[in-house]
C-alpha cells in the first residue's frame, strides 16, 4: 500500500513552540502509512532541521526575505507537490496558511491549517487577510479552546474548526538525573531554581519575570533563576537583569535545541505571559516535574487547574506570583506535591500520542474528500 505523503509548510523552523512540536510529532508517527516532508521560508532559522531529518523527514528551505516573496513562492511549491506526489499540506501560523490556501486554491490539494495564537494579537494586515482567505482550505485546528473560540468569533469561518490540543512525548520528557546544568552555572545544590524557556518577545513579559525574581529573593535568597531563550527584546531584558543586579542570580544560557537539562534544572517553572496559545514549553516542563506557577493566560488555564496541577492567577495580577511562589519555595513538601501533579496532569490529559493519534485520523479523512 502507498504512503500518505504529507507536507508541513511553516515560515521558520526556529526554536518556537509551534516549530518544536514538527519533530516530536515526526517521531511518533505511523512511517509505514505515512511520508512526511516538511518546507520552511527562513534559512537563519533552523534549529529544527537537524532534529527532523534525524527522525526521517525531507526537509527543504525555499529562500524568502519577507512575507510578500514567501507568498511567491507558491509556483515552486505546486511544482515539488506534483513531483513528490503529496496528498495533503499541513500550514503552520498565518503567513504558511496563507501561502498553503494560494496552492488549494491553483491545486485543489487538501489543506489543513494549525493556528497557535489568538486572532486578537495579530496586526491589522494578518488579521485581515486570515479573514478572507480562512475558507480557502478544508479544515483549522485550534491549539485550545481559546484559540478555537477566537477563530470563530473574530473569522466566523464556513470550515470546520476543531480544538487538537497541543501535547508532550511523557516518555521522552521525564528527569532522569541530578543537574549537571546547575553544577556548570555554579548554583548551590540547595538552592530553589525558578526556570522559563520562551521567546523573548513582549507577550512573556520577561522583564516583569525578573522583577519577580528580586522580590522574592528579598526574603528567600536561595533561589535562583534560568530563562532558556533568546528573541528580538534580548537587550531590553537584559538591562533590566543588569539594573536589578541579577547578573550571579538569574541565568540566560541562550538559544538550545535540546532544553531537557535545563528543565532538570528547575524546580518550579513561572510564566508571567500577557497572552498565550498553548505554550508547549509549559508541556515539557510539566512532563519533567517542574512545578508550575503561572498567570493563567489562554490556553494555559486549560492545562494547568489552580490549586491541583499548580498555582495560577489572572494575567493583570502578575505582581502576586512572587507570593505563588513563596507558598512552594517556604514548604518543600508543597513544592513536591506540585511537581508530581504537574506530571500526572499532561500525562493523563496531554500526551503527545493522543494529539499525533487524532491528527493521523484527520489526515485520512481528508485525504478521502
Known amino acids: 500500500m502507498a504512503k500518505i505523503k504529507i507536507l508541513h509548510i511553516i515560515k521558520s523552523l526556529g526554536r518556537g513552540g509551534a516549530e518544536m512540536l514538527l519533530p516530536e510529532t515526526l517521531k511518533l508517527h505511523n512511517k509505514e502509512k505515512f511520508e512526511f516532508h516538511y518546507i520552511y521560508f527562513l534559512p537563519w532559522k533552523n ?119 497541543n501535547g508532550v512525548n511523557t516518555n521522552s520528557f521525564v528527569r532522569t538525573s541530578d543537574s549537571k546544568v546547575r553544577k556548570e552555572l555554579g548554583i548551590p545544590d540547595d538552592a530553589i531554581v525558578i526556570g522559563n ?84 514549553a509549559l508541556l515539557e516542563a510539566m512532563s519533567m516535574e517542574c512545578a508550575v506557577v503561572s498567570t493563567d493566560a489562554g490556553g494555559i488555564k486549560e492545562v494547568v487547574r489552580n490549586g491541583k496541577d499548580g498555582l495560577t492567577l489572572p494575567v493583570e495580577e502578575w505582581r502576586e506570583l512572587s507570593e505563588k511562589l513563596t507558598i512552594l519555595v517556604q514548604d518543600i513538601a508543597k513544592l513536591k506535591k506540585f511537581q508530581k501533579a504537574a506530571r500526572n496532569r499532561v500525562k493523563e490529559s496531554f500526551s503527545l500520542q493522543r494529539m499525533v493519534g487524532e491528527l493521523e485520523e484527520y489526515y485520512v479523512e481528508a485525504v478521502k474528500l
Not at 515552486?76 to 496563507?98: D, M, T
Not at 538559544?255 to 496559545?277: C, H, N, Q, R, W
Request: net charge positive.
Open 197 to 280: 524557556v520562551a521567546v523573548f518577545r513582549f507577550q512573556k513579559r520577561l522583564v516583569e519575570w525578573l522583577r519577580v525574581i528580586n522580590k522574592i529573593r528579598e526574603e528567600n535568597p536561595n533561589v535562583y533563576g534560568i530563562i532558556v531563550g533568546a528573541g528580538p527584546l534580548e537587550e531590553e531584558i537584559k538591562e533590566e537583569w543588569k539594573r536589578l543586579k541579577l547578573q550571579n542570580v538569574v541565568f540566560f544560557p541562550g538559544l538550545k535545541t535540546d532544553v531537557k537539562p535545563y528543565f532538570e534544572a528547575m524546580d518550579i517553572f513561572m510564566m508571567s505571559s500577557s497572552f498565550e496559545g498553548l505554550p508547549v
Open 47 to 165: 534549529q529544527m532541521v537537524e532534529a527532523l531529518t534525524e527522525a526521517g523527514a525531507n526537509v527543504n528551505c525555499f529562500e524568502a526575505k519577507d512575507n510578500i516573496r514567501l507568498i511567491l513562492q507558491y509556483k515552486k511549491i505546486i511544482a515539488y507537490c506534483k513531483e513528490q506526489e503529496i496528498a495533503l499540506i499541513h500550514c503552520h501560523l498565518p503567513w504558511a496558511g496563507f501561502l498553503g490556501r494560494l496552492v488549494h486554491k491553483k491545486t485543489g490539494l487538501p489543506v489543513l491549517y494549525t493556528e497557535h495564537n489568538m486572532q486578537e494579537r495579530y496586526h491589522i494586515a494578518t488579521k485581515t487577510i486570515n479573514k478572507l482567505s480562512f475558507n480557502s482550505q478544508n479544515l483549522a485546528f485550534g491549539v485550545s479552546d481559546d484559540v478555537s473560540n477566537s477563530i470563530k468569533k473574530n473569522i466566523k469561518p464556513n470550515i470546520p474548526v476543531k480544538t487538537l490540543l
